[in-house]
């Protein structure tokens, strides 16, 4: 399904005075924000093809209807939400859930559209039939070499895929670690993982990066291998300049500092990419913003400050995903939740007075630093953010058209209610 130009103009005419209104009275009060909203106009976050389709739990499945059971469908609904928000440009793949298999034609759909595809992602944390060695144990790290060598092919050859379509980024999460003391000797687990991920390194393109993601549990729980962002940065600093840490929201210890993580990335030069989700107890991966807002709004605002103080582009220096799977909603609408919130809190950040913060720290005055931050943070920019989209010619209220245009029962009259995507 194809959203129409003249469904979202006719939105768009109704909701303007009202709109104008806001963010006639949001300009009086902000000298930027010509400036502020052209870096919005800019911003992309790329979708996950495995976000299409209704999330479980390891306790059940309730899928949705009307998902999108082929690539080209995933590349659809991307399509459909690129078209109401303008700020999800980009498609990214987990091979083989998503294995391009017309690349041609799928290449000309996403362009259509106007979609990138993003890093591909790879998995060897599954089984797949016909696998020769399992991952039951491991698969970068595992003993047994033929594991390993096994795993290595299977990321170059997502490199492969990912070079057909346009994708610029190879994204490695292992699930490797183990459940039990003494299941594994740590050192050399990390030894043939480094080992492993050089092979792989060695057939990235030039203009390739490689994401090393980690995650502090989960499916092991005793220890897993690629644990955190001390692991990640050692590993990606022993690759090259090619490799980076990425950061994913839902892969920390309870109440970790993550904005003082990505601050330190920044740093070094190290941080890579971002998967935006939310949680309250471990990697829930619900909506972006939807449980913990402040700490998202912290986290922006150490990457547009750590960005300017490195000159990167906002926009495309680093690899901006969602990663989420919806358990409750329709993934679509959550999706349009997300990359509603994760622009929120980018345009709070970039209102932070960064002058008078510097000052604040320089005198160590704590009140007024807290002050400077909650003061954008409290500041209502659903406006500006609104304002970009009509200037990119999107919809001023994505989640209410997406409601008001019944998409998703359009979506079942033409795919049929039991149509079943895969992925998480
Ligand atoms: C692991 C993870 C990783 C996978 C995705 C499906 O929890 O975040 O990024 O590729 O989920
Ligand atoms: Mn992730
Ligand atoms: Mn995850």
């Given amino acids: 399904m194809i959203l129409e130009k003249k469904k979202i103009e006719e939105h768009n005419a109704v909701l303007l005075e009202q709109h104008q209104r806001k963010f006639n009275f949001f300009k009086q009060e902000c000298d930027t924000v010509e400036s502020l909203v052209s870096k919005l106009q800019r911003f992309q976050i790329a979708i996950p093809s495995w976000a299409l389709g209704t999330g479980g739990t390891r306790f059940g499945r309730f899928s949705g209807k009307g998902e999108p059971a082929t690539l080209e469908q995933k590349i659809e609904d991307v399509g459909l939400l690129h078209a109401l928000n303008k700020s999800s440009g980009a498609i990214s793949l987990h091979i083989p859930w998503d294995i391009p298999q017309h690349v041609e034609k799928i290449k000309e759909l996403a ?114 291998t690629i644990a955190d962002w001390g692991q990640s940065l050692l590993l990606a600093s022993k690759l090259g300049p090619q490799a980076y840490t990425l950061v994913d929201l839902g892969h920390h210890l309870p109440n970790s500092n993550i904005e003082q993580i990505v601050s330190l990335l920044l740093m070094e030069g190290k941080l890579g990419g971002f998967h935006f989700n939310d949680s309250k107890y471990a990697d829930d991966d619900l909506t972006a913003g939807s449980i913990k807002p402040y700490q998202l709004f912290l986290i922006f605002n150490e990457l547009v400050e750590g960005m300017d103080h490195n000159g990167m582009d906002h926009a495309t220096a680093l690899g901006w995903m969602i990663d989420a799977s919806h358990n409750l909603k329709d993934p679509l609408l959550d999706l349009l939740q997300s990359v509603e919130a994760i622009m929120i809190a980018y345009a709070q950040a970039l209102l932070v007075d960064r002058a008078a913060l510097k000052r604040a720290q320089l005198t160590n005055d704590v009140v007024q630093a807290q002050e400077i931050l909650q003061h954008a943070f409290r500041t209502d920019v659903r406006a500006v953010v609104a304002e970009a989209r009509l200037r990119n010619h999107a919809a001023l209220d994505p989640v209410k058209l997406y409601q008001e245009l019944e998409i998703r029962n359009l979506l079942i009259t033409e795919r049929g209610e039991n149509s079943i995507a895969t992925g998480l």
């Fill in 111 to 224: 362009a259509s559209l106007d979609l990138q595809f993003d890093a591909v992602n790879s998995n060897t944390f599954q089984d797949q039939k016909g696998q020769k060695h399992s991952y039951k144990y491991g698969s970068l790290q595992d003993v047994n070499p033929a594991v390993r060598k096994q795993a290595i092919d299977h990321n170059v050859s997502v490199i492969q895929h990912g070079v057909t379509l346009g994708s610029k980024a190879l994204t490695i999460w292992l699930a490797d670690g183990s459940s039990f003391p003494g299941q594994l000797n740590f050192r050399e687990a990390f030894q043939n993982t480094l080992a492993s991920l050089q092979e792989i390194y060695k057939n990235l393109p030039p203009d390739w990066k490689m994401f090393v993601e980690y995650k502090a549990f989960e499916p092991n729980f005793y220890s897993t």
